[in-house]
């Protein structure tokens, strides 16, 4: 019996043996990342075990384990995954990238800060949600992205420069732009070209936005102060790509194409349309034989644009280095007739390790843009605004087929086709580097950058346009250099106290070089130069520059993880302010609580986290240009005298000017929810700017001055950033993220000089005749008459007088606060769904109640007038009851009817599909079968793609403005609309 039990006992331990065996096999597969790249290195392990493995460089891996089983992959800055194992000896892994992971490092002035203990308001904004915008310069790749960020593309020219605004206007006549900040390095930012109209070059146009990695939107004082005398406007960091440490050499290679056209172009009466409303309505009466030409001009100084993108990247990194090697060339072809843009840059980042202690690296990117230019508005030479005002029988060419000079409103297309107006930039940015650990925890970096930009801008225009010809060339050079040296500590004590401080100092010099000559007479179009004309002209030279030194320390401190304090203090020296003035301190306090980490939130497991914070702080605003602080003389040929050289007063001094300074505190909570899958941050705020820099007016000298530039008058800003995403859905085949940022803002004059008041007493600053900052209202406020509408029983136009009664005769004194060029709030709004291999991106951009004031329409809807008019003029009242668009050709309103008031105001609300994107990632085990090729992707852009926008805005885009200045926004004079662009992309890795 007992035999046969072991007999019984050992075959049922076999049969387990032989079972376990049976179940028991090896399982190979590949493991990559999103862009089904391989990734070395990635940890797999059988979950509840200690068996595990990593993949090898080329993503491979091998490990044996049981049928039933789990397999967790994991690696840095990747969201876990995890497999069943089934029946199949293959398992391949495609890693996503774990946003929060990611988010969890944020780069912040002179270093990085774990988002957790963050007290500072920062927006981020990830290579993710920028890689497939086409952009021609940084800024467009923010707009939309960040709450409590506006940016405005104030033109469809090409390289016009945007308005950029954070958290609302900080300044009225200083620089409203934000400081942008490329690895370290504070860039050169003014607007030096001679714009051709209203628009100005962007002067960041010359920065790649394919080698942008991410930015960083520092938007309160506890973030800007350590920037001290230029962070008021905001700062905007930007990081560009580089490798990783032990990563195979990877080459990318990316091709795409575009077209593009016009998104909004007016409705123009054609000739036979012209000539008979002319004559009805009594201004042609005198003309018997109107020309019998027909000419379209709109729809003949706009077409489809066409454009081509090559894209090389080029990372890696060994043991002790990692490097990034980028080279681009764009070439674009605008929509407008002869405007054009060409691009080549270069970027080579190195990083290497020269020991345990020390480190040295290199940022550098160079770029060489050709910019054929184009009339902005408000010109004769301009495309679009010579192509409404035209009359539409006066054709361009003459019974020959030669172009011909067509008077005041020139001849466009001859002058796209034959002058010449290029403006041609040549830019070097970057800084050279070394860290070296002094002992544990203490690191000594010191850094230089420099950011050169050489501007050329030349123009010729030929005797067909310009009787004797014209020519014009202007050369202008800043060369910035940047010095600094900073002091880092990370130390943690006994596991709950962390520590880490940055001090330093950090001196800029920066030269700005100007030259200008031009000259008319020449004997022949052959003859280009300047030398060759017979009559010189303007003759000029300047020189200005200036110098910064700053000495900073910031430090944050943050107990077991709960409690956080941070302070930050800045004293910054600038030749720009007085000489009794030259020094100002700058400082920032905060603290946070992350009420997650509490005990008593233990239970509540749906919320992640939640941590409150705050701060307060003082920033200031040096944009006042190099100089503004002495008395300066010029001499010209207008100082001359009796033939002798002599000089005249251009500004008196005043020592004791200082910075524009803003005081500001923030509030604000974080919140994460159900696995992260829903996050949540709110901020509100209260931005004072005080010491306004403002032209105050003084008694008359014998210098003929009758103002001097001083501190005074104050403005405000408050509101409130939101910012909501959600995984609405997390699959493995199937994902869906989306987020929402919305910035409110309210801006409000407190007080400025008393020389100026209104009807009603109130100070103010006019900056257009339609636009002013007024005491108790916003900065762009619009000042006009209202306009009531065309009486259906009389015909006659009626405006509104000051009291509110209806009026066929307003006065300028009828004017009132009309609108507002702010708006309530802006945002964006984005999408990401991936099912497999395909993924979907979407994305709105949007504001909200600012108003826009279309002073075309002064033109193009005068019926009195000789220029074109829109059809929307043919709406004319003949009998009682008509609600027509213009009044009775007989009443006395007629030939006012286009008078400035709220006629040409509209609301400038608006949400656009800024852009969506088709992609289609070629799966690993395909894209293997090419050899060298590791991935391949391919996508479809479109931009700009429909608007919502209010009917009367029909033919006019929302989104522009004539001017980058502060005090004048939302104006337009037929600046020309942004471009619907559709691209198809390839991406090649290798």
């Known amino acids: 019996m007992r035999q046969k039990s072991k007999w019984i006992i050992a075959s049922v331990l076999m049969l387990c043996v032989g079972f376990t065996y049976a ?42 384990v049981e049928e039933g089983q789990t397999l967790r992959f994991s690696y840095i800055g990747q969201a876990t995954v995890e497999r069943t194992v089934g029946e199949d000896d293959t398992i391949n892994v495609q890693m996503q990238e774990d946003t929060q992971a990611l988010e969890e490092v944020v780069v912040i002035a002179y270093g990085q800060q774990s988002r957790e203990k963050l007290v500072q308001s920062v927006s981020t904004v990830s290579n993710e949600n920028i890689r497939d915008i086409p952009a021609v310069s940084p800024q467009e790749l923010l707009q939309g992205q960040a709450s409590g960020v ?5 033109s469809g020219i090409l390289g016009a420069a945007p308005v950029i605004k954070i958290r609302g206007v900080a300044s009225i006549s200083s620089g409203g732009r934000p400081l942008f900040v490329v690895d370290g390095v504070p860039l050169n930012d003014q607007v030096v070209t001679e714009a ?60 795409n194409t575009s077209w593009s056209k016009s998104t909004d172009v007016f409705e123009m009466m054609n000739a036979d ?39 090389v990247g080029v990372t890696g990194g060994s043991e002790k280095t990692t490097f990034f090697l980028g080279l681009t060339h764009k070439d674009q072809q605008g929509f407008i007739i002869g405007n054009n ?41 301009a495309p679009m605004t010579s192509a409404f005002l035209q009359q539409p029988w006066v054709e361009p060419f003459d019974e020959n087929g030669d172009y011909v000079n067509t008077g005041f409103i020139a001849n466009v297309i001859a002058i796209e086709d034959l002058d010449i107006t290029d403006a041609n930039s040549f830019r070097t940015t970057g800084n050279i580097y070394g860290e070296f650990d002094i002992v544990d925890n203490l690191t000594f970096r010191t850094d230089f950058g420099i950011d050169r930009v050489t501007l050329e801008e030349f123009s010729r225009s030929f005797e067909i ?11 202008n050079q800043q060369n910035k250099y940047i010095f600094t040296n900073t002091l880092n500590y990370n130390k943690t004590f006994a596991g709950v106290h962390d520590l880490s401080a940055v001090a330093g100092m950090s001196y800029e010099q920066t030269e700005v070089r100007n030259i200008e000559v031009d000259a008319t007479g020449f004997l022949s179009d052959q003859q280009i130069n300047t030398i060759s004309a017979s009559t010189p002209g303007t003759t000029n030279n300047e020189v200005t520059g200036s110098r910064l030194v700053g000495y900073f320390g910031r430090a944050n401190y943050s107990f077991d993880n709960r409690y956080i304090l941070e302070g930050s203090v800045r004293r910054d020296g600038s030749s720009r302010f007085g000489a009794n003035n030259k020094y100002g301190t700058f400082w920032a306090v905060g603290g946070a609580w992350l009420l997650s980490s509490e005990a008593f939130m233990e239970n509540a497991d749906w919320i992640n986290t ?19 602080a002495l008395e300066r003389f010029e001499g010209d040929v207008v100082s001359n005298y009796n033939g002798a050289s002599g000089l005249r007063q251009l500004g008196a001094g005043n020592p004791d000017l200082q910075w524009e300074r803003s005081e500001s505190y923030d509030i604000g909570f974080e919140a994460a929810f159900m696995e992260n899958r829903v996050r949540l941050n709110v901020d509100y705020y209260n931005k004072k700017t005080t010491d306004l820099i403002l032209e105050v007016p003084i008694p008359q000298t014998n210098g003929g001055l009758n103002f001097i530039i001083d501190n005074v008058g104050e403005m405000e800003n408050r509101g409130f950033d939101v910012d909501l995403s959600a995984d609405i859905i997390r699959g493995e085949d199937f994902s869906w993220t989306s987020s929402l940022n919305v910035g409110i803002n309210k801006n409000e004059v407190l007080s400025l000089p008393g020389a100026n008041l209104d009807d009603q007493g109130r100070r103010f600053i006019s900056a257009t005749t339609v636009q002013r900052a007024v005491e108790g209202s916003s900065v762009n406020s619009f000042y006009l008459v209202r306009y009531k509408g065309v009486d259906p029983q009389t015909g006659d136009a009626e405006w509104l007088d000051i009291d509110g009664n209806p009026t066929t005769t307003p006065t300028s004194a009828d004017r009132v606060l009309a609108g507002d060029a ?138 522009v403005t004539d001017s980058i200045d502060n005090g004048r926004q939302g104006e337009t004079f037929f600046t020309a609309p942004q471009s619907r662009t559709y691209l198809l992309g390839l991406r090649l890795t290798f």
């Open 23 to 64: 179940q028991e096999k090896t399982v190979t597969g590949k493991v990559t990342d999103q862009n089904e790249l391989p990734l070395p290195g990635v940890s797999v392990v059988v979950t509840g075990t200690t068996t595990g493995t990593q993949t090898d460089f080329d993503g491979n891996y091998s490990i044996d």
């Open 196 to 255: 051709q109209g209203g628009q100005g070059l962007n002067p960041l146009a010359d920065i790649n936005p394919n080698d942008i990695e991410s930015f960083s939107v520092l938007k309160d004082a506890a973030a800007t102060a350590v920037y001290g005398s230029r962070g008021s406007n905001g700062v905007v960091l930007i990081t560009t790509k580089s490798g990783r440490k032990n990563q195979d050499t990877k080459v990318t290679l990316e091709l």
């Open 610 to 628: 939640l941590k409150i914070r705050g701060n307060y702080g003082t920033s200031g605003n040096d944009r006042i240009g190099d100089f503004a």
């Open 465 to 475: 346009n310009s009787p004797d010809g014209f020519a014009e060339d202007i050369v």
């Open 150 to 154: 506006q940016v405005v593309n104030s």
């Open 273 to 311: 349309q012209f000539r008979n409303y002319l004559v009805e309505n009594g201004t042609g009466a005198a003309v018997t034989d109107f020309p019998q030409g027909s000419f379209d001009w709109p729809s003949n100084v706009v077409r489809t644009g066409l454009s081509s993108d090559l894209n």
């Open 341 to 381: 843009l060409n691009r080549l840059s270069g970027r080579f980042n190195l990083a290497h390790d020269v020991s345990d202690k020390m480190r040295v690296g290199v940022n550098l990117g160079v770029s060489e843009t050709r910019n054929d230019r184009v009339g902005a508005e408000n010109s004769t030479f």
């Open 822 to 959: 702010n708006p309530d709030f802006v945002g964006g709004f984005r999408n990401s769904l991936r099912y497999k291999d395909f993924d979907l991106n979407f994305f709105f951009n949007f504001s909200y109640g600012n108003d826009i004031y279309v002073s075309g329409l002064r033109f193009t809807d005068n019926p009195a007038s000789t220029f074109n008019n829109r059809t929307a003029l043919l709406d004319v009242w003949r009998n009682p009851g008509d609600n027509a668009y213009v009044p009775s050709f007989d009443s006395p309103t007629f030939d006012t009817f286009a008078q400035r008031s709220t006629l040409q105001l509209r609301d400038g609300s608006f949400a656009r599909l800024k852009n969506i994107t088709l992609g289609y990632t070629i799966p690993a085990r395909y894209a293997d079968q090419f050899g060298i090729i590791k991935g391949v992707r391919l996508y479809a852009t479109a931009n700009n793609v429909f608007t919502i926008k209010a009917d009367d805005l029909e033919g006019i885009d929302p989104e």
